[in-house]
Structure formats: C-alpha cells, structure tokens
RNA sequence: GUGGUUGUAGCUCAGUUGGUUAGAGCGCUGGAUUGUGAUUCCAGAGGUCGCCGGUUCGAACCCGGUCUUCCACCCCA
C-alpha cells in the first residue's frame, strides 16, 4: 500500500519546523508583551458549539466527527433510506473540528467566567480545521495565532491590537499595510442607501473593490438585488480613502457616525507605527459575528513587489459572541496571524534568519571502536556544558561520516582517531571554510 | 459545493499517429581517495507510468470511474 495522507494536510521536514517555529515564536513573544495568557481547548467541539456561527457557508466547512459504536443503528431508518444528509447529521455525528479559535474561546469564556479576571486577555496558538477545497496558501489544516480580549468595550484594544499587529510585522521584517473599517460604517453605508437589511450583500460586493473594479462592483450589486439608486450612492463611497472624506457622507445615519467616530478615535490613539496603517471603506471581512471595528493585513507591495498572497493576518471587535452561549453579554475584540501564508512570503522573500534552520553546534566522527567510546564519554560532557552535539554511532569510513556531517549541516565537526585519544587534542573543522584546528575539551566548551 | 487542470525514478521533467527492452538532469549507492564534506572523473542501483476498470492483437498514450495537485468561482488565514 502506498502511504498518503489526506488532502489539504501537509507534513514539515525539520528545517521547516523550525522556520514555523521561529514565527511562533516571534508572535508568541509580543503575545506575552502586551500581557495576552496562554489558553488551551480541545480541537474537537460539540458540534451544537460551532454550527451556526459562521454562517452557512461556514457550517458546510466544519469537519464532522462520526459518533462511536452503531451509528447508523441509532439513526432513523427512513432517513436514511432517503439519503438525507442534513436531517440524518445531527444523529451520527455530535463533534466537529474546531474551525477557528474565536467560537471556542467564547465557549470557554462563558464556561469558565466565574474564574477569569475582566478584561480577560488570552492568546492560543493552535491548528484548526476547514473542509475547503484546497489551493496554494489554502490548506485544510492550518494554524492561527490568534489574541483576544474580553470584557472590555474600550477602544484603547483596537488601538492596542493595531500596534501589536505592527510590532509582529515589524519584527519578522515584513513591510505590510494594515487596514481598519469598521462594521458601523458598513451598516450606515446600507441604511444610507435604503437597503438597511442588505448589508452583508452590499459588503461581500464591495469588499471586491480592488480584485473586480468598480464596474464588477456594480455588476455584483445589481445580481444582488440592489436597485440602481442605491448603487448610485454605495458609489459615492468606494473611491474614499479618509475618513474625513465619509463623514459627511453618513451624516444621516447614526449608527455610521458611531462608527465614524470610533475608528477616528482609534487612529488617534495608535501612535506612530512602522507599517502603513490605512482607512479603507471597501474591507469588510467574512466572519459574520463581527460589529465595530474591522483589521485586515496584506503584505506591503510597493516594499515588496511581485508578492500575491491574500490577508495574512485579520480580526475585529464583536459585541455579542459569548451572548449566544448563554453568558453575560461581553464584548471582546481580536486579532488572528495566518502563521502559513506569513511563511509562504517570508520563504519567498528570504526574510528567515540564517540561524531559524540549524541549531546542532558538533557532530563528533570516531574512526576506530576504541575512539567511538571515547566519542561517547566526550560527547556527553560536550551536552552537559550546555552545547548541542551528536555523535555518528559507528566507526565508518570518514568520507561517509563527513558527508553525512554535511547534510546535517554541522557547522563543526571534531574527529577523534588513536592520537587524538591519546593526546585529548581534538581535531576540530569549521565545515564553512574548512578550516581545521586542535582544540582540548575547555577549549570546546570555552 | 460548482467548473476546469495535473499525476511518468527520491526530486524536476522528456516520452512522436497506440507498436519490441519507458529516458534525461539532479539526487542516491559504490569506486578513483582505508583520516576529510560541499568541486572533478568512472561505474551502478532505482519505475505495478496515481489507482480501478474498459477499448485494442497490443495502452504511459484512447475511454469511464476514483484519488491527488493546482487554478477560477464560493468563501477565507
């Protein structure tokens, strides 16, 4: 049988690991600067958990979890003979596979609010699953890094995520922009143009701005059911890139001039940043439960030219998530690093460290049984000073263990023959130049 | 979920209207070199042509199904 494994997973070599790792571990440490704590949850979820969440697009993406034991013997006969999966679902399977971090951390907040401390700040770092068709920098299963806060309706945390987001990007070297909306304007947007109970379609047409131009806009909003007065007026707004130039467009709606007047005060409180940091009245993000201000990152093109890659790190406020389990009402905000696509880009531009890929310091070579005892003895004292070496476990042929040296990407390899026992003079080479010196033990721990 | 696309050696790919024994480069193994890798030279190993079925005297090639890859939708990190 020929090994496989399932579409839209994907295994990772070493030197992979420790590129993802190294953005792991970059995001994680600003995750704990800004005082965000550690959570975990399981991967799987009841599945009465996730559906419904993300809209019905979404609850065709989850993952199902077959029940254990007789499954179909418990499930109603007649349904089953008609083949019908939707009615036939909820009876063979009870858990699903997270889809994201935000619906199980809005569980896991209202299940557990007797113990946390409000404004309660969490970050996980985790895989989630999404039964998407799969293309480039589209798997089934992927990581995010996602940080959230909770309890609070301040919108120092817009202003706060913001700034994480740049010091992240910032840090990995990675020129993006960041672009903030907010659903309130979107809402006003709709209600300005008559069609209140239209947003989401206004939204997923303008969001298209940039990928159909206008005329596709307008074409999507037409097959969308908006009549031509109100595509005259949501055109008044896409060529908009201030704030101060929507304003005036909203003045008649009072829920846009709440959003108006949350993002100004969110953009004033940002500081200066690395990143440009944008108003753009076109994003709309599809996560659903979203409601007041709205984050999406793209690679900066004018510093990086030639990059196609879509939103590599998103987010946004939600007023009422823990509300649907139940919960007090609280309002929470976060953001989410798309950890795959950031490594696609940074592999692409060459921005990995050199030392993100190899971590060995030694490979200790032994030319004779004698030598490899005393390889193993040294080797050992070599690990408890704190250095990271290997030894090669046989006496072979030294051209082999060389080769073998070099494929590991030992940056020192120290050989140990009869004289070098005899002497505790090491015979150490630099495999970069190839440069080789004797050094005792203190001088290789030194 | 809809439409399309891809699959030949470990990797990247050739392979003529269907015709004997399916090739190349890189990599791999061994040797030149029994204490020196990444360079050079020589030799060698490695393939149920994604899988199942069909058409044919004969299929890597044609047809059907299936899995996979990538692309456009949908949606999204």
């Known amino acids: 049988m020929k090994p496989s494994i399932p579409k839209g997973t994907r295994d990772f070599l070493p030197h992979e690991v420790r590129r993802r790792n190294y953005i792991f571990d970059v995001i994680r440490k600003h995750f704990h600067r800004y005082g965000y704590q550690p959570i975990e949850t399981p991967v799987m979820e009841n599945l009465s958990t996730l559906t419904g969440k993300y809209g019905e697009e979404g609850d ?76 480039k920098g589209r798997y089934n299963e992927f990581y995010q890094c996602d940080a959230d806060v909770v309890g609070s309706d301040s919108l120092l945390y817009e202003a706060e995520l913001t700034q994480l987001l740049d010091w992240v990007f910032a840090d990995l070297g990675l020129r993006v922009v960041i672009r903030l909306n907010n659903r309130k304007i979107l809402a006003g947007l709709a209600e300005i143009a008559g069609h209140q109970d239209r947003m989401m379609d206004i939204t997923i047409a303008i969001d298209k701005l940039d990928k159909i131009g206008e005329a596709g806009v307008e074409k999507e909003l037409r097959e969308r059911g908006v009549d031509a007065a109100a595509i005259d007026t949501i055109k008044q707004f896409l060529g908009v890139t201030s704030l101060g130039k929507v304003a005036p467009l909203l003045e008649k709606s009072a829920i846009g001039r709440e959003g108006i007047g949350e993002l100004q005060a969110v953009f004033d409180t940002i500081g200066a940043t690395t990143s440009r940091v944008e108003f753009d009245v076109t994003l709309a993000r599809g996560l659903n439960y979203y409601t007041g201000c709205i984050y999406e990152v793209a690679v900066d093109t004018d510093s990086h030219p030639g990059i196609q890659m879509g939103s590599i790190a998103g987010g946004g406020r939600y007023a009422d998530l823990t509300g649907i389990f139940g919960g007090r ?118």
């Not at 993952?63 to 679902?89: E, I, P």
């Not at 005393?374 to 070599?382: I, R, T």
């Not at 072979?396 to 040296?405: R, S």
């Open 329 to 446: 009402d609280l309002p929470g905000v976060g953001i989410s690093f798309g950890a795959e696509r950031i490594y696609d880009v940074l592999e692409e531009l060459q921005l990995f460290p050199a030392d993100a890929s190899e971590d060995l310091e030694y490979l200790l070579l032994c030319l004779d049984e004698a030598s490899l005892a005393h390889g193993f003895e040294l080797v050992g004292q070599l690990r408890r000073a704190g250095r990271n070496a290997d030894l090669y476990p046989a006496a072979a042929k030294l051209g082999k263990m060389m080769k073998y040296a070099d494929q590991r990407n030992a940056p020192k390899v120290i050989i140990i023959g009869s004289e070098e026992v005899k002497s505790g003079k090491y015979s150490v080479k630099t495999m970069a130049t190839g440069e080789q010196a004797t050094q005792s033990l203190s001088g290789l721990i030194g």
């Open 60 to 135: 065709r993406l989850l993952f199902k979890v077959l029940n254990n034991g007789d499954f179909l013997g418990k499930a109603d006969s007649q349904q089953l003979a008609a083949q019908d999966s939707d009615a036939v679902l909820p009876q063979i399977s009870k858990r699903g596979l997270r889809y994201d971090l935000t619906v199980p951390f809005a569980r896991y907040v209202v299940m557990h609010q007797n113990d946390l401390a409000f404004p309660f700040k969490r970050y996980a770092i985790a895989p989630v699953w999404r039964a998407d068709r799969p293309q």
